[in-house]
């Protein structure tokens, strides 16, 4: 059975860091690129990281960019996404996701087709 499962949210304060983690089971992790969404209240959920399985080539998005850094441990099977400088504006829940595709730099939740439930990251002014 294939899980994915995060940790490491909380409630912070505003300029204050975070480290969550995506464990995974069940899947060959190291073929899978490992992608980050979050989901703010009340809008969709959008890209925010995501890592190759072989040659770790790493993509941000813009928003977030010089402040998270996304990471894995083919050895442990898990990915991070290390969040550093944190604002309000990053309030949200953070998904991980697994895409199949080797090697793929897709950015469409519709191309990850294993999910984590989530785990909730507030960030308070």
């Known amino acids: 059975q294939i899980q994915l499962v995060e940790s490491g949210g909380g409630l912070v304060q505003v300029g204050e860091s975070l480290r969550l983690s995506c464990a995974t089971s069940g899947l060959v992790f190291g073929f899978y690129t490992m992608a980050w969404f979050r989901q703010a209240p009340g809008q969709d959920r959008t890209f925010v990281a995501l890592?190759?399985?072989?040659?770790?080539?790493?993509e941000i998005t813009d928003s977030v960019k010089g402040r998270f850094t996304i990471s894995r441990d083919n050895a442990r099977h898990t990915a991070y996404l290390q969040m550093n400088n944190l604002n309000p504006d990053d309030t949200a829940v953070y998904y991980c996701a697994a895409n199949p595709k080797l090697d793929s730099t897709s950015r469409s939740s519709h191309d990850y087709t294993r999910w984590g439930h989530g785990t909730q990251v507030t960030v308070s002014s």
């Open positions: 890592i190759t399985g072989r040659s770790n080539f790493s």
